[in-house]
């Protein structure tokens, strides 16, 4: 319409400033348009009674013409209040508070440049914060918003983290084709960052892990009190060391494989509050028999990453001596997965390989007011030997031998514990001496 009814507006320039068609804007009076970069269609034209009436005959006095509440402008524009939400100033017709209706130095003759424009009437809080986003910093406020009206809230010009990935189109890409993507960057990027500028790096809107507790609630008092806390909770990048924030191929928004997890910062000797611990994934390469659940690559059946109440963040209790009194309870660990009976019943024909005939070895060791825990024998990672025996066992300042040997129907060993004795599974119920065993030795 605007484009039919002025399709080549005359520029007063051109004509020279006595030729001005209204004779309004000469070179002495109101000569200050035509200096302007950006004139307004209209005043180039030389048109001032679209806008202004003479309020009588002979009198210098040009009053806007009214509009009976609508602004002018829609004489000639089209309406700029459609969309469900709609710019304070714009519903109340306050054209001119942005633009100037005559010509500015700005491009559609605002009457200030980027920011500046929007800080006439906001708080200029957006672009002096310690970590100020890109478009921000350089005043395109319009980069997302729309001056006038749109349908998304704080009129966006597209709903959602669709704003953010008009530019950030890695990470569009990456929402794309991942396997998961964390809920909240599927809906509203600002769930975390601002868009304008926070004191935190990446303009978070809080430092992590306060920024994931404001929805991960159980974690925060989970992490706040335990116990055991774990290192990787605590230091570097907190929870974003294991997780990604934004997109994963892997469940719970791991960044890798669960274990790869843990052996890319278990590859060395880790100081601890209770000692050093040893390079984990050099163990497991040195020791090749591993346990079903490592065989799983599941550190989270016994751990829990973010820290626990026990010892070295065991998900369940593990005795860290190497004498208990016997109780379920202290064992609730192996017995998560494994059935006490293989420890309770004193007489059994199946529920344990570590018997003598029919005598539960298992009950002899451990069934007992002075019990061993599983750690006198057992390794609970990974060994080198059959059902994961241990070469030796801390005890005191000493490294107790173990010297185990799978026999094919028992075992025997020559432990730091006892005279060497072997066990036969379907012999008496008489322990014998490892000279008598050679004989059936696998
Ligand atoms: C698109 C509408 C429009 C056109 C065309 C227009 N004006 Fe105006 N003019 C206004 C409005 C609206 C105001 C009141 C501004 C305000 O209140 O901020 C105004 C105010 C003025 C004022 C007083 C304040 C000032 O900015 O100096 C003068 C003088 C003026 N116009 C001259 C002219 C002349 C001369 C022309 C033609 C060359 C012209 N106008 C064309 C809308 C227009
Ligand atoms: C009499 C008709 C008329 C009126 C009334 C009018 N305009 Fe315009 N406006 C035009 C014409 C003609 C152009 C130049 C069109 C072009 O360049 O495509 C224009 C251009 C503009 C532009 C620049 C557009 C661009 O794409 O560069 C803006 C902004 C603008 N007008 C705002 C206003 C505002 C605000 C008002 C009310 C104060 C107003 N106009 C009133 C006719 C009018
Ligand atoms: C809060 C400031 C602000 C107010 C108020 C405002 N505008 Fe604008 N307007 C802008 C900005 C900034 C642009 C340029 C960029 C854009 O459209 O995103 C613009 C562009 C325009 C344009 C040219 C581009 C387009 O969208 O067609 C027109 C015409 C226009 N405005 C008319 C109006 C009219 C009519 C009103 C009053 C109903 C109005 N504006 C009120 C800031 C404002
Ligand atoms: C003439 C004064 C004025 C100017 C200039 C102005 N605004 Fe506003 N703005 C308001 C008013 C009044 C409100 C409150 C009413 C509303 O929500 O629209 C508002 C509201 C907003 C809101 C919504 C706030 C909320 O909490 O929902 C945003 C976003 C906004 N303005 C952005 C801008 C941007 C970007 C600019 C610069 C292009 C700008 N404003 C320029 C007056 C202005
Ligand atoms: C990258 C896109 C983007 C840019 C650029 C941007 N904003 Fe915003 N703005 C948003 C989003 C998204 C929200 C909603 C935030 C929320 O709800 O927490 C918002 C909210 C606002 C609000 C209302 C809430 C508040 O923080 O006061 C105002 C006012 C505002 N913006 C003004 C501005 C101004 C002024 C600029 C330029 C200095 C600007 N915005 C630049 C996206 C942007
Ligand atoms: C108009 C384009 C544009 C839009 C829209 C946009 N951004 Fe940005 N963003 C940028 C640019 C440019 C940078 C600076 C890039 C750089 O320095 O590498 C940036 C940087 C960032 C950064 C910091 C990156 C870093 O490595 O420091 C974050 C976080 C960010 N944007 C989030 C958002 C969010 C959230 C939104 C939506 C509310 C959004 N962006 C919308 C252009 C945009
Ligand atoms: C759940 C919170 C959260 C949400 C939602 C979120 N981010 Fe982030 N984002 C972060 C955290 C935390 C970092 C810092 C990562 C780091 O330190 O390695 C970050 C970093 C970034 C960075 C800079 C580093 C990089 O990965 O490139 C960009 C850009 C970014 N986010 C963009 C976005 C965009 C775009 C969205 C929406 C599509 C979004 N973010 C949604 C939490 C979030
Ligand atoms: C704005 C809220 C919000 C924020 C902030 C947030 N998350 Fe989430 N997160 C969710 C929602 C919603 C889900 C999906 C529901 C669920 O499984 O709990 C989710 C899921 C997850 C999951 C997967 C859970 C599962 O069972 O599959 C992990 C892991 C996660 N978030 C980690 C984080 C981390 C780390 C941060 C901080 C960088 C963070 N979240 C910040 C809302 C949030
Ligand atoms: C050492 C790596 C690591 C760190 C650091 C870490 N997580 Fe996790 N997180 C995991 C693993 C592994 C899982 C999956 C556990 C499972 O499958 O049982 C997980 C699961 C989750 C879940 C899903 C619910 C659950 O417990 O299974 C949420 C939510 C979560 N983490 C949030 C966080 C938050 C918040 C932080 C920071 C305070 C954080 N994580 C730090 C490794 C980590
Ligand atoms: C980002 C590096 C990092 C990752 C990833 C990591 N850890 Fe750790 N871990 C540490 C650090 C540092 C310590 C020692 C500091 C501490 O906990 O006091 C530690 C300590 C431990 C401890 C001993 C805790 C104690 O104090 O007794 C265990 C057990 C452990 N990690 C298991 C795991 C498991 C299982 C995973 C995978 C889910 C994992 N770690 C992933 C850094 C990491
Ligand atoms: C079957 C349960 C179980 C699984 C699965 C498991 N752990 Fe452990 N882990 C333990 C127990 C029990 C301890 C305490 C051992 C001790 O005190 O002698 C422990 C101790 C640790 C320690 C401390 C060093 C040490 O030897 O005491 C680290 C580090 C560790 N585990 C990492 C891992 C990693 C990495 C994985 C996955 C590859 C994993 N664990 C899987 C039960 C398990
Ligand atoms: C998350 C479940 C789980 C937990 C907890 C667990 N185990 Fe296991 N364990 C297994 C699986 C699975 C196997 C392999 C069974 C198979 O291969 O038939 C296994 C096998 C064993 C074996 C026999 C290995 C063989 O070669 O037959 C021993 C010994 C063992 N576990 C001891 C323990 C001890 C001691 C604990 C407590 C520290 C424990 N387990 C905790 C799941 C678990
Ligand atoms: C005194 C040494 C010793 C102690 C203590 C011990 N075990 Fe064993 N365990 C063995 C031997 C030896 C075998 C191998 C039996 C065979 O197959 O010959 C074994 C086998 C196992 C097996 C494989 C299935 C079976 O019973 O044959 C599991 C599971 C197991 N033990 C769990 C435990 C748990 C849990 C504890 C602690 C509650 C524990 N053990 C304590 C020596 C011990």
């Given amino acids: 319409m605007v484009a039919a009814l002025f399709a080549n507006p005359p520029s007063p320039l051109a004509k020279g400033p ?23 269609g209209p005043v180039a034209g030389g048109e001032c009674e679209p806008c202004h009436v003479q309020k009588g005959a002979g009198l210098h006095e040009f009053k806007p013409r009214p509009q009976g509440g609508d602004p002018i402008c829609y004489d000639c ?3 700029k209040d459609q969309g469900k939400v709609v710019h304070g100033p714009v519903s109340e017709g306050g054209c001119t508070d942005c633009h100037d209706p005559h010509a500015s130095d ?3 003759q605002l009457v200030a440049d980027g920011a500046a424009l929007c800080v006439n009437c906001h708080e200029d809080d957006k672009t ?3 970590h100020v986003h890109g478009p921000v910093a350089v005043g395109e406020c319009i980069a997302c918003h729309d001056p006038h009206s749109s349908n998304n809230e704080v009129r966006l010009k597209k709903p959602g983290s669709e704003m953010c990935l008009e530019c950030h189109e890695d990470k569009k890409e990456a929402m794309a084709s991942a396997a998961h993507v964390h809920p909240p960057v599927k809906e509203k990027c600002w769930s975390c960052h601002s868009p304008h500028g926070t004191a935190y790096e990446f303009q978070l809107l809080d430092e992590v892990p306060k920024l994931c507790f404001r929805c991960h609630k159980d ?3 989970q992490i706040e009190n335990v116990k055991t806390p774990h290192g990787a909770v605590t230091t570097g990048k907190r929870c974003v060391n294991c997780h990604d924030p934004h997109t994963s191929e892997f469940p719970k928004q791991l960044k890798m494989a669960p274990m790869d997890l843990c052996l890319s910062c278990h590859d060395k000797q880790v100081e601890t509050p209770s000692g050093a611990i040893p390079d984990m994934k050099k163990w497991f390469a ?4 591993h346990h079903g659940p490592i065989r799983d690559k599941d550190c989270s059946a016994c751990h829990d990453p973010h820290g626990s109440d ?49 005598k539960n070895l298992h009950y002899v060791h451990v069934h007992q007011q002075k019990g061993r825990t599983c750690r006198a024998c057992h390794e609970v990672h990974a060994s080198a030997h059959p059902k994961h025996i241990r070469d030796s066992v801390p005890f005191g300042s000493w490294e107790l031998p173990i010297a185990f040997e799978k026999l094919d129907d028992g075992g025997q060993c020559a432990p730091g514990c006892h005279v060497p004795r072997a066990y036969h599974n379907d012999g ?3 322990q014998t001496t490892p000279a008598e065993a050679g004989a059936k030795k696998k």
Avoid: M, W
């Fill in 106 to 108: 700005f491009e559609y």
């Fill in 128 to 130: 002096t914060q310690k």
């Fill in 219 to 221: 974690k925060a008092k």
């Fill in 77 to 79: 524009h089209d309406r």
């Fill in 310 to 358: 026990n010892l070295r963040i065991l998900k369940r209790a593990f005795p860290p001596e190497f004498y208990a009194p016997f109780d379920p309870q202290n064992y609730a660990l192996c017995f998560g997965c494994h059935s006490p009976k293989l420890v309770e019943d004193p007489q059994t024909s199946s529920l344990t390989g570590f018997r003598d005939g029919t």
């Fill in 18 to 40: 006595d030729k001005v068609g209204t004779e309004c804007a000469t070179a002495t009076c109101h000569a200050n348009f035509a200096k302007k970069a950006h004139v307004h």
């Fill in 428 to 430: 008496e119920q008489k």
């Fill in 286 to 289: 040195d020791h090749a028999d």
